[in-house]
T-cell receptor, first 112, second 116 residues
């Protein structure tokens, strides 16, 4: 079945860039998402990318997609302590009308 | 932006009792809603797809008689955990598609269920 893999932890210093990586197995993935979850809270959509795109930039966030390798990354520039959270990679074949397949999440810790 | 609410945000119940969790789309209609379950330090796992006006579709391994889903209106879906046991303790999150050809789903803030 479909699978989404992420590293579980990442620790960076404030002001540095963070790069969170994700791999997926479903070649039919059309939409790829990054969600942020703060402690005890629900999910906040950070950004998304369509499978026919290689890169998307949105302020401090840059998403890179290597469709051949089924590899997705999220780069956060100038990481702040408020960026500390769990980041989930997710994929979907059908976008909003279908369920999302999530990775286990990467816990980002930002040290001052 | 569209908002999805859940109620309650947390609940503690005794083993054997039933608990109802509500998921509401506040400013848009949702003919479909998704119910996920999240264990500590784990990913979200889809439990079921709630469909307005018809039966819910459950994922493999999810007991439909234990997790009752009712999509009563275009803005409300409920998940009832019947005869709850401690192993049902988890974080339950619902989501609703934004509709049309949009890429986005809106997630509720989640409900923390603790069964003692």
């Amino acid at each position: 079945g479909e699978d989404v893999e992420q590293s579980l932890f990442l620790s960076v210093r404030e002001g540095d860039s963070s790069v969170i990586n994700c791999t997926y197995t479903d070649s039919s993935s059309t939409y790829l998402y990054w969600y942020k979850q703060e402690p005890g809270a629900g999910l906040q959509l950070l950004t998304y990318i369509f499978s026919n795109m290689d890169m998307k930039q949105d302020q401090r966030l840059t998403v890179l997609l290597n469709k051949k390798d089924k590899h997705l990354s999220l780069r956060i520039a100038d990481t702040q302590t408020g960026d500390s959270a769990i980041y989930f990679c997710a994929e979907s074949e059908t976008g909003s009308q279908g369920n999302l397949i999530f990775g286990k999440g990467t816990k980002l810790s930002v040290k001052p | 932006g569209a908002v999805v609410s859940q109620h309650p945000s947390w609940v503690i119940c005794k083993s054997g009792t039933s608990v109802k969790i509500e998921c509401r789309s506040l400013d848009f209609q949702a003919t479909t809603m998704f119910w996920y379950r999240q264990f500590p330090k784990q990913s979200l796992m889809l439990m079921a797809t709630s469909n307005e006006g018809s039966k819910a579709t459950y994922e493999q391994g999810v007991e439909k008689d234990k997790f009752l889903i009712n999509h009563a209106s275009l803005t409300l879906s409920t998940l009832t955990v019947t005869s709850a046991h401690p192993e049902d303790s988890s974080f339950y999150i619902c989501s609703a598609p934004s509709g049309g050809y949009s890429y986005e789903q809106y997630f509720g803030p989640g409900t923390r269920l603790t069964v003692t």
